[in-house]
């Protein structure tokens, strides 16, 4: 059984005042995330298949993880969905069939809050890559691979034309991978493969959870008051 030991408050703060500083490299990855479509030129693009959405799981309940460990397999023991976030969860499903938005391939980590998240939205838990968490205890160094990774998946094509690959992951793999964070809760980011698997996927940008409502019409068609 997998588990994972918290960091006590002090530990955290001593690991926050360690963080390495901004490099060029770090702003070099900054300018990479600079958005330059909206809503509905993204919405047209993941129509057309080909891109990968990187998915941060949707709206969580006020509590941390288990300060004491997390047990992968036991939900208990994590920050879990929310009412909101499961509503939020279906609504993304929801707004991707009305948009005609193919899923392909859907990668999460392994906590409970990633796996319903993409259960809720896609009708499956998705397949599980250790590469999508990074949690405090990590070494740097092995969080900086895991970033280096995610950048060669969201580089990778999906392998069946006119689908989109979805990751559902953490913030703090956007931390890793491009040197930003990444919320509210259900932000999602979208990216164009290359296809060379060389970790430079084209940044289109963002979708905030509530937007695909809206996108999808499913906001003009709510009953009024």
Partial sequence: MKRRTGWVCLLALTLLVAMPSV???DEERRQELVPRF????IVAKLKQGGYVIMVRHMATVHSPDNLYGVDLEDCTTQR????E??????DLGEAFRKLDIQVGQVYVSPYCR???TSKLAFGTEGEISDTLSVWDELEVEEKTARGSEIRQMLDTPPTKPGTNTVLVTHT??????FGLDSRPEGLAHVFKPTGLSIGRASYLGMVRP???RSLSGMDAAAPQP
């Fill in 80 to 83: 879990i969905l929310s009412d």
């Fill in 210 to 212: 509530e937007e695909w």
């Fill in 23 to 25: 490099t060029d490299a």
């Fill in 172 to 177: 703090g793999n956007l931390l890793w991978s």
């Fill in 38 to 41: 909206k809503g509905p030129e």
């Fill in 85 to 90: 976030g499961k509503q939020q969860a279906r």
């Fill in 114 to 116: 990633t796996r319903e």
